[in-house]
Each structure stands twice: as structure tokens, then as C-alpha cells.
């Protein structure tokens, strides 16, 4: 065991931080579980306590294998796993799963270990290290945007739209996240803004459709257009609609300062996903502003300490590389957050590290581990290319570039 500690590598506080989130999130999963347990008459509260833990030691096991991996390997592996993720989209949008009550075509049940695996997560993931890697490429290249199209708008197209029918929210996030992360890649700016004027069109279009004739879009159309209206306008809402948010603002207002107290808890039983996307009201009524605000406060640590890995990698793609995979773990984050409190609308975005899930956890341990490898000073070299074709994931992964 204090092997495994010693080999450890790359930025501890992060480290630190990761841990004292996962150690946290016991207590509000535990609590909320009865919700599943006497309202839904789903297993144990001890059986989902276990099964998070179990989650959780395999998210580290992640984690822990991926941070050995040195940096410049990733380029190989996008390379690799670009085709299969966007199969993998493509056969989920053939797959009808449902799950905590909700039925959407989101998850793949993997075979053997009958595990739910939400393909969204891997793909949002390997899209931002294809891109980080194409981004390197052009760094010292003067390109135009048709020759962009295919080795990076393309795939992203393919990903965003891919996922959009059944998830809008994670759509929506990557999306930001290419956008950030071609804007610092230094991608040229007259294409990128071209992409976002393009993107505010099709987006306002997107929107008149929604409100004047949703029956054309995917089924979860109407879902977001309930959800887009109840933030603008709560007072015209429907009441069901509206039910979860007032739930949810209710046990915030309950916490006060201090909270109720670890289980203590009324809003746990009558929130629909308190052990998920709205996690975050059960933990302020259970510890007040105090806790929330002490769990902001570890996301903002994480931040910090995500862009000081960046600031001090000494390569570009591992410089772009931290930010596309570990921004959006904040991002996600300050969103759960902002539904609860009424700052955004509903969106079904986990809690990064705190809520219960499965593949949420292991693609955030991912991410993590990702830029845990961009911080160990010992991978962290410049990389040279010597001529080689950074297309051909053999040399990559053998190391000779």
C-alpha cells in the first residue's frame, strides 16, 4: 500500500483535493440514498453506499494507471479512439435504457459486468485530446479553414451532433469547451468567429423551432423547451415542472448557515434525483453555506491548480491538453451548482467527485488522471517530431515523437 503512495506522481494538490471530494461524497450519498431506497424501492441504502465506494476505488484505479502514462502517448491513443467513440455514439442513439426514471437512448450496458456506460462522457474526453493534438500540429502553420474542416471540424460535428438528440446540456458544454480551447490553441480567429457567428445562427434557429414547432425535433425537445421556459419565466410554468426547483430551493433555504446536519435531510425524500443533479440542495441543507461554500471553494482549488499545471507544462499539447480535459470538470461543476441556486436552467449534469453514477465518475477520474501525467515533471519534456507522421498511432504510442 505505501508502495502504491510512493509512486504517486505529478501535482499532490490536486491530488489532495480529488481526495477529500471523493471522501466527502460518502455522506451526502449515503443520506440521499433513501430516496432510491423508500420512495422508489430500489435495494439498500448500504448496497448504493458499497456500490458508490466500489465506483469510486475503481475511478482511482483509473486514475492511478492513467497518470503513468507519459503525456505525448494520448495523441496516439485520440488517434485510436476517435473512430471507436464515434461508433460507440452512433450505436447508442439504437439503444433504449432507462435509468433513475428516466428513459433516453444516453448508455450502453456493458457486457459481463452489467455496468450502464454513458458513451457521451468518453467521447467528450477523447474529442478534446484530438483536438488538443490537432491544435499542435498547426501551432507553427498557417492553414486555411478548408483544410480544417476535415481533421477537426468534422469530428467535432460528428461528436456534437451525435449526442445533441439526447443530450442538449453536454452538446452544449463541448461545444464551449472546442471553442475555448481553439481560441487558446491559437487557431485563427477570423475562422473561429466565423464558427460562433455560424454557431449563434443555426442556434437561433435552433431555438424558433423549439418554441414554434417542437414535434419536428428529437422526442427530449419538448423537455428542453419545458425546462428553457421555466427558467425565464417560473411564474407561467407548469407546476410539475416547476415541482423540483421549488424542492430544491426550499431545502437551501432550510441549510441556512450551518445546516440540519449529516442525514438530516426532508428534501432528500421528495427531490426525484437527489443523489444526482441535485445533489448540491441536499448538501446545503444538510450543512448549510458553510459546506456549500466550502465545496466551492475545493472546485475553485481544482481550478487553480488545474491551470498552474497547464502554466508550467513545457509543451504545447500538454498546455492544451490540461485545459480541454480538466476545465470542463470545474465547468460542470459551477453548472450543477447554478441549477440548484437558480442561476441556470435544469440541465442533468452530474456533480463532479460528489454525485452518484458510474461512467460520470470514471471518465472524470480520466480526465483527472490525464492531468496528473501533464504534471509530472519527469514526462513533461519537449517533444520533437523529427519529420515524423504524427497520423500513424504506432509511432506515436512507440514513442518516436
Known amino acids: ?9 505529478g501535482d499532490k494538490a490536486i491530488w489532495g483535493v480529488v481526495a477529500l471530494l471523493a471522501l466527502f461524497s460518502f455522506l451526502p450519498v449515503y443520506s440521499a440514498s433513501t430516496n432510491l431506497v423508500y420512495v422508489n424501492g430500489d435495494g439498500t441504502t448500504l448496497g448504493h453506499l458499497v456500490k458508490h465506494a466500489v465506483l469510486l476505488f475503481l475511478g482511482f484505479g483509473i486514475i492511478y494507471a492513467v497518470h503513468r502514462i507519459p503525456t505525448h502517448y494520448f495523441k496516439g491513443l485520440s488517434i485510436i479512439a476517435m473512430p471507436i467513440v ?3 455514439l452512433i450505436y447508442t442513439l439504437t439503444v433504449e435504457t432507462r435509468i433513475g426514471g428516466v428513459t433516453a437512448n444516453r448508455w450502453i450496458k456493458i457486457p459481463l459486468v452489467g455496468v450502464n456506460f454513458q458513451t457521451s462522457t468518453l467521447a ?3 474529442l478534446m485530446i484530438w483536438i488538443a493534438r490537432y491544435l499542435t500540429k498547426i501551432k507553427d502553420v498557417k492553414i486555411t479553414f478548408k483544410e480544417s474542416i476535415l481533421p477537426l471540424w468534422l469530428p467535432v460535428a460528428l461528436v456534437v451532433l451525435l449526442i445533441l438528440p439526447e443530450n442538449f446540456s453536454t452538446a452544449a458544454i463541448i461545444c464551449f469547451m472546442v471553442l475555448v480551447l481553439c481560441f487558446l490553441g491559437g487557431y485563427p480567429l477570423k475562422y473561429l468567429f466565423a464558427m460562433v457567428a455560424t454557431g449563434i445562427i443555426f442556434a437561433g434557429m435552433f431555438l424558433f423551432v423549439l418554441f414554434k414547432a417542437p414535434e419536428v425535433l428529437p422526442q ?5 423547451k419545458s425546462r428553457i421556459e421555466t427558467f425565464i419565466h417560473p411564474e407561467q410554468a407548469d407546476r410539475d415542472d416547476l415541482h423540483q426547483l421549488t424542492l430544491a430551493q426550499i431545502a437551501v433555504a432550510e441549510g441556512g448557515v450551518v445546516g440540519k446536519g449529516a442525514g438530516k435531510s426532508v428534501m432528500k425524500n421528495m427531490l426525484s434525483q437527489s443523489t444526482s443533479d441535485f445533489i448540491f440542495a441536499i448538501i446545503i441543507e444538510e450543512y448549510g453555506l458553510l459546506g456549500g461554500g466550502a ?3 475545493f472546485y475553485l482549488l481544482l481550478l487553480f491548480r488545474i491551470v498552474v499545471v497547464a502554466h508550467s507544462s513545457k509543451t504545447v499539447f500538454s498546455k492544451l491538453l490540461v485545459i480541454g480535459v480538466g476545465l470542463p470538470i470545474v465547468f460542470q461543476a459551477f453548472i450543477n451548482m447554478a441549477v440548484v441556486v437558480q442561476l441556470f436552467p435544469v440541465t442533468g449534469q452530474p456533480l463532479p467527485l460528489i454525485s452518484m453514477g ?5 471518465m472524470t477520474c480520466m480526465a483527472i488522471g490525464i492531468v496528473l501525467s501533464a504534471s509530472n515533471k519527469k514526462e513533461n519534456l519537449e517533444e520533437q517530431s523529427h519529420g515524423i507522421d504524427e497520423t500513424n498511432p504506432l509511432k506515436v504510442l512507440s514513442g518516436q515523437i
Open 220 to 224: 427530449r425537445a419538448g423537455t428542453w
Open 358 to 362: 458510474g461512467t460520470s465518475i470514471w
Open 86 to 88: 464515434i461508433l460507440l
Open 1 to 9: 500500500m505505501f508502495a502504491i503512495f510512493k509512486n504517486l506522481k
Open 124 to 126: 467528450a474526453v477523447v
Open 295 to 297: 465545496l466551492l471553494f
